[in-house]
């Protein structure tokens, strides 16, 4: 499966954007689908994930700001960020795990998120 990712940009902090990844198949059977980030100097860490049945798991730094959403019937996970500080700095990567006999991996090519203070 292919991913895209968009929404990426410039914001001032206490802004909001929303990320956008869209898929090249249906997103219907993938076990679990979300947002990871990293910052320059840091490692990948998880922002947000969901899985097909709508559970979801958020990272510390952004409970009560940031919330991810699938919308089956256009194969899109959203990301829909508010009240941004400039620690969210960072380029924002969508993920698509796919459970069969074993899990399979697949990244979005990332997309940049700025916000300046």
């Known amino acids: 499966v292919q991913l895209q990712a968009s929404g990426g940009g410039l914001v001032q902090a206490g802004g909001s954007l929303r990320l956008s990844c869209a898929a090249s198949?249906?997103?219907?059977?993938?076990?679990?689908m979300g947002w990871y980030r990293q910052a320059p100097g840091k490692q990948r860490e998880l922002v947000a994930v969901?899985?097909?049945?709508?559970?979801?798991t958020y990272a510390d730094s952004v409970k009560g700001r940031f919330t991810v959403s699938r919308d089956n019937s256009k194969d899109t996970v959203y990301l829909q960020m508010n009240s941004l500080k400039p620690e969210d700095t960072a380029v924002y990567y969508c993920?698509?795990?796919?459970?069969?006999?074993?899990?399979?991996?697949?990244w979005g090519q990332g997309t940049q998120v700025t916000v300046s203070s």
């Open positions: 993920r698509a795990t796919i459970t069969v006999m074993a899990p399979y991996i697949y």
């Open positions: 969901t899985t097909n049945s709508g559970v979801t």
């Open positions: 198949r249906s997103i219907f059977s993938i076990n679990l």
